[in-house]
C-alpha cells in the first residue's frame, strides 16, 4: 500500500508537469488545428533559461521561472508569427512538416551553441528536504510542482473562462469566421494562445529540470511527446481534458516504472496512445466525430 | 443613402459568383435579396462583412469607401451579421455568445444595458442565459444570433437566411423580430430563400440570379412580378 502511495504521488508530481505541457499542445490544436511538435522545445529554451539565470546570477527559484516563461511566451509567439502564419492557409500536413522543422531547429541551433551534454541545476535552488509521511517520501520539490501546476491551471482556466480574450479565444476555436464577424481579430487571438501556451511550456521546462535535475538540448523531446499522448487521452483540443490526460499518463507511467517494468515505462505511455486512437479517437473527454491526428 | 455596392465582382476559387452587382440602400429600409441557391446572395453577404475580398467594385457605407477594410473595422462602423446557419459559439453560454457579438466595444455599462434590452426583446434567450448555444432549439439559436449581432449596436444589419430550417410559427416570429429590430432604427439587409415573407416585410428588394442582379423593386412590386411569382413563389 505504501509503495502505491509513493508511486501515486510520484506520478501526480510527474503528471502535473506533462498537463502543463498537455495544455500547450491542445489549445494549439483546439485554435489552429496543428500539433505544434516544436511545443516540446519551448519547453527545453525554458530550462535552459533557467539553468542560465539561476547560475549565472544570485536570482532564486520564482524569478527565475518568472524570466523562463517570458522569454517562451515571446518565443511561442515568434514561432508562430515566422513559421506558421504563413502557412495559414495551407495544407495542414505542410504546417505539421514545418513544426517539426521547427522543432528540430531549436535543439540543434541550441546544441551548437552549449554542446550536447547534460547540465545540472546547481545545488540549493529549491531545498533538497524530503518529507515521510507514514512511509511515503514526498519532497519539497515535487510539492512546490504540484502546487505551482495547480495554480497555474487553475489561472489558465480562469483566463480562458472569465477575460474577454480568453473567451474570444474559445470562440475562434469554435467558428474563426463568426469570430471575424464579432470583430475578432484572428490572427491576435492566435498570437494569445501560443503565448499561454507557451509561458506553460517555459514553467514545465523549469520542472522538467529541477524533477530530473539535468538539462540537455534533446530533453524536451520525450516530455513533449508524453504530453502529446496526454493530450490526445484527454481528447485533443479540449482544455479539462489536457489535465486528466497529463495526470494519468503521469500516474501510469510511474506505476508500470514502480512495479518492477521501469524499461517499460515509455512503451506503456505510447501504447496507451495506440490504444486510444484504435478505441476512441476522440478521448476521453473530447467530442465525437474523432480527431485526425 | 447609408450603403451601396457599386458593380461589385468576386471570384469564388475559378467560379466568378458575383458578376458586377450594383445595389443601395437607404437608412432606415429593410432591403431584401431574393435568389435561388447558388444565386450569390450569401457571398454578397461575406462580402460586404469583409470576409471575401472582392475582384473589383467598390462598398461605400455612411460616405466611406469600405471596400479594403477588415472585418473588424466594418463591425467597428456599424455593418454586423447573423449569417446563414446561425453559427453561434456552442461551446460557449448565450451570455458570452452575446458578449462575443459586443467584442469591439469598450464601455461595459453600455454593453451591459445593451444584453438586458436583448433579453428583453428574447425572454427565451434570458432564461437560458447560462446554457451553452449548442443546447438551444434552432429558432432560439436563430434569436441568439440576432441578438447577438445586435450587440455590436449596428446601423445595419445583415441577415443571413433567418428562416432557414425553422417551422412557420417560429418563422414568423423572427420576421416579426425583425420589423421591430427595423422599426428601432437599424437597416436591414435581408437574405432569403423564402421570398414571400422576405418580400412581405421589405420596403424594397433585389432578385439575384447567378451573380446578376434581374430585377428591382419595391416588396409589392416584386411580388407582383411574373418573373418572381413563376420562381420564387410558386404560382
Request: charged share 15%; glycine share 12%; with cysteine.
Amino acid at each position: 500500500m505504501e509503495r502505491f502511495l509513493q508511486q501515486i504521488v510520484n506520478g501526480v508530481s510527474l503528471g502535473s508537469i506533462y498537463a502543463l505541457i498537455a495544455l500547450g499542445y491542445t489549445m494549439v490544436y483546439g485554435i489552429i488545428k496543428l500539433i505544434n511538435f516544436a511545443h516540446g522545445d519551448v519547453l527545453m529554451i525554458g530550462a535552459f533559461v533557467s539553468f542560465a539565470v539561476t547560475t549565472f546570477t544570485r536570482l532564486g527559484f520564482i524569478p527565475a521561472l518568472l524570466i523562463s516563461m517570458v522569454t517562451c511566451m515571446c518565443l511561442g509567439v515568434i514561432i508562430e508569427r515566422v513559421a506558421y502564419k504563413p502557412l495559414r492557409n495551407s495544407s495542414r500536413i505542410a504546417v505539421l512538416i514545418t513544426a517539426i522543422g521547427v522543432s528540430l531547429l531549436l535543439e540543434y541551433t541550441l546544441m551548437y551553441f552549449v554542446g550536447a551534454q547534460t547540465r545540472s541545476f546547481r545545488q540549493g535552488v529549491l531545498p533538497a528536504t524530503i518529507y515521510n509521511i507514514g512511509g511515503v517520501r514526498i519532497s519539497v520539490q515535487q510539492i512546490i510542482i504540484i502546487l505551482l501546476s495547480l495554480v497555474l491551471m487553475m489561472l489558465l482556466q480562469f483566463i480562458v473562462r472569465k477575460t474577454k480574450q480568453g473567451k474570444a479565444m474559445r470562440a475562434v476555436s469554435f467558428d474563426k469566421e463568426a469570430a471575424q464577424l464579432m470583430g475578432i481579430n484572428v490572427d491576435r487571438t492566435i498570437s494569445f494562445t501560443f503565448l499561454l501556451g507557451s509561458a506553460l511550456a517555459g514553467a514545465a521546462g523549469v520542472m522538467v529540470g529541477i524533477y530530473y535535475n539535468s538539462i540537455d538540448p534533446l530533453m524536451g523531446m520525450m516530455p513533449g511527446l508524453k504530453a502529446f499522448v496526454a493530450a490526445v487521452f484527454g481528447g485533443i483540443g479540449n482544455i479539462p481534458g489536457a489535465m486528466v490526460g497529463g495526470l494519468s499518463i503521469g500516474v501510469i507511467e510511474t506505476l508500470v516504472a514502480g512495479y518492477g517494468a521501469s524499461l517499460y515505462r515509455d512503451a506503456a505511455v505510447f501504447a496507451i496512445l495506440i490504444l486510444v486512437l484504435i478505441l476512441k479517437p476522440s478521448g476521453l473527454m473530447g467530442k465525437g466525430g474523432g480527431s485526425k491526428v | 443613402m447609408i450603403f451601396e455596392l457599386q458593380d461589385l465582382v468576386v471570384n469564388y476559387g475559378v467560379i466568378r459568383a458575383l458578376k458586377g452587382i450594383s445595389l443601395q440602400i437607404d437608412e432606415g429600409e429593410i432591403v431584401t435579396l431574393i435568389g435561388a441557391n447558388g444565386a450569390g446572395k450569401s457571398t454578397t453577404l461575406r462580402t460586404i462583412s469583409g470576409l471575401i475580398k472582392p475582384k473589383s467594385g467598390k462598398i461605400v457605407f455612411d460616405g466611406a469607401d469600405i471596400t479594403h477594410q477588415n472585418a473588424a473595422k466594418r463591425v467597428a462602423a456599424g455593418i454586423s451579421q447573423a449569417p446563414e446557419g446561425r453559427r453561434v459559439f456552442a461551446e460557449l453560454t448565450v451570455t458570452e455568445n452575446l458578449e462575443m457579438g459586443a467584442f469591439l466595444r469598450k464601455n461595459k455599462a453600455e454593453v451591459r444595458a445593451d444584453m438586458e434590452e436583448v433579453f428583453g426583446r428574447f425572454p427565451i434567450l434570458a432564461e437560458r442565459r447560462k446554457q451553452p448555444a449548442g443546447t438551444l432549439s434552432g429558432g432560439e439559436q436563430q434569436m441568439l444570433a440576432i441578438g447577438r449581432a445586435l450587440m455590436a449596436k449596428p446601423r445595419m444589419m445583415l441577415l443571413d437566411e433567418p428562416s432557414l430550417g425553422l417551422a412557420p410559427i417560429v418563422v414568423k416570429e423572427i420576421f416579426a423580430i425583425i420589423r421591430e429590430i427595423n422599426a428601432a432604427g437599424t437597416t436591414i439587409f435581408l437574405v432569403e430563400q423564402n421570398a414571400r415573407m422576405a418580400l412581405k416585410i421589405a420596403n424594397r428588394g433585389y432578385v439575384l440570379e447567378t451573380g446578376t442582379i434581374t430585377l428591382t423593386g419595391t416588396g409589392d412590386e416584386l411580388a407582383a412580378a411574373d418573373e418572381v411569382q413563376r420562381s420564387y413563389l410558386g404560382h
